[in-house]
């Protein structure tokens, strides 16, 4: 492809504080490698942030700006990587930012090595405090057979620091932050984000590419900062808030399926559909902002334990894949002890924050 670039890099925005969305665009702007090209998708953002966006000064970098109706991330990613024409893809959420060496980094490592998918560390910035978030902590050239499977299961587990399970040891990677992608091997593998997907979208997205891919390499530094909101998605109180995990999860299991993944993924798929209803349990039940009494709440918690996915996570997971902690919570579902899980959850949650 003539002139292409080695990156493009996707900045899909919706509602942002614009104070953020210009830390992330300077972050992109100021990096030291330059042979990038940045997508912006405005996926139906108000209306000055439109205008912000369209009369920013972009300097040297060729820039694309895409407007777009609110389809939801996964549909403004993958609108950017259509129109994407560099060699590698990465993206970067409209409230984070990146380091002024990343781009010099990925690009340089995942050439040195013929990477297909390359992941790396972030910061997470909780506002006052921050925490370094590193699935691995040493180089990695080229996964191993045995570690793409322990890969794909910290794919499964999530961004979920909160919780470890041991098939996965600690820091998951899930998430579209934090990684660089092979334009060609994508686009030869039909891979995209799969579209209406509400939460969870990048991890199922990621668990697909993984599971094609056959070189994975992994570079610890810490390029990417994640500013975590208690605005964002994973704190905003959400009537029905399980019924946004309810789709990425069956997507997940129907891709387990037809891979013919063995009974270790299903097992870590499982404690994945836990999480997200102990999960959910913040989001809905147990949020402060829900106006039902008490007594409702714990019983449409008990009665979503009884339908599918979860019915079938909480039955067929085994105990000797969680730590103790975590086999408290599913000792209370299968004996339907629900007043008991909001408490113990609640202050699980004090001791270990």
């Known amino acids: 492809m003539a002139n292409r670039p080695m990156l493009s890099v996707i900045v899909p925005v919706y509602n942002?504080?614009?104070?953020?969305?210009?830390?992330?665009?300077?972050?992109?702007?100021?990096?030291t490698f330059r042979d990038f090209e940045m997508i912006v998708v405005d996926d139906g953002?108000?209306?000055?942030?439109?205008?912000?966006?369209?009369?920013?000064?972009?300097?040297?970098?060729?820039?694309?700006?895409?407007?777009?109706?609110n389809r939801g991330v996964a549909a403004a990613r993958n609108a950017g990587l259509d129109k994407a024409s560099g060699k590698y893809a990465t993206f970067v959420d409209s409230d984070d930012t990146i380091d002024p060496e990343c781009f010099e980094g990925i690009t340089g490592f995942a050439e040195e090595h013929c990477l297909e998918v390359l992941m790396w560390g972030l910061n997470l910035d909780y506002g006052k405090r921050s925490k370094e978030f590193s699935p691995y902590r040493a180089d990695i050239a080229l996964f191993s057979k045995e570690q793409k499977e322990e890969v794909q299961f910290k794919?499964?587990?999530?961004?979920?620091?909160?919780?470890?399970?041991?098939?996965?040891?600690?820091?998951?990677?899930?998430s579209a932050c934090a990684k660089l992608y092979d334009k060609d091997f994508l686009d030869t593998h039909k891979l995209r984000y799969t579209e209406g997907l509400k939460r969870a979208e990048d991890m199922e997205f990621?668990?697909?590419?993984?599971?094609?891919?056959?070189?994975?390499?992994?570079?610890?530094?810490?390029?990417?900062?994640?500013?975590?909101?208690?605005t964002s998605a994973t704190f905003?109180?959400?009537?029905?808030?399980?019924?946004?995990?309810?789709?990425?999860?069956?997507?997940?299991?129907?891709?387990?399926?037809?891979?013919?993944?063995?009974?270790?993924?299903?097992?870590?798929?499982?404690?994945?559909?836990m999480f997200?209803?102990?999960?959910?349990?913040?989001?809905?039940?147990?949020?402060?902002n829900n106006p039902k009494p008490f007594s409702e709440r714990i019983g449409a918690m008990a009665l979503q334990a009884q339908k599918e996915p979860f019915a079938e996570a909480f039955e067929k997971l085994r105990g000797d894949h969680l730590t103790f902690a975590r086999k408290i919570p599913l000792?209370?579902?299968?004996?339907?002890?629900?007043?008991?899980?909001?408490?113990?959850?609640?202050a699980y949650k004090k001791i270990n924050h």
Request: charged share 25%; with cysteine.
């Open 16 to 31: 942002v504080e614009i104070r953020f969305l210009k830390e992330c665009f300077e972050s992109i702007l100021s990096q």
């Open 45 to 69: 953002a108000l209306d000055e942030l439109k205008k912000y966006i369209d009369g920013y000064d972009w300097r040297d970098v060729k820039v694309l700006v895409i407007h777009q109706e």
């Open 155 to 174: 794919t499964l587990v999530g961004i979920l620091p909160f919780y470890v399970c041991p098939p996965a040891s600690e820091d998951a990677c899930g």
């Open 206 to 230: 990621n668990l697909r590419v993984l599971d094609a891919a056959d070189r994975i390499g992994y570079l610890y530094k810490l390029y990417y900062n994640y500013r975590q909101l208690e």
């Open 236 to 273: 905003t109180y959400r009537a029905g808030g399980i019924e946004v995990f309810t789709d990425s999860l069956n997507a997940m299991r129907s891709h387990l399926v037809s891979a013919d993944k063995s009974d270790l993924y299903f097992q870590v798929y499982y404690m994945r559909c």
């Open 276 to 288: 997200f209803f102990l999960e959910s349990m913040d989001m809905d039940y147990l949020n402060p």
């Open 331 to 346: 000792f209370l579902i299968r004996h339907k002890m629900f007043r008991m899980l909001a408490l113990f959850y609640n």
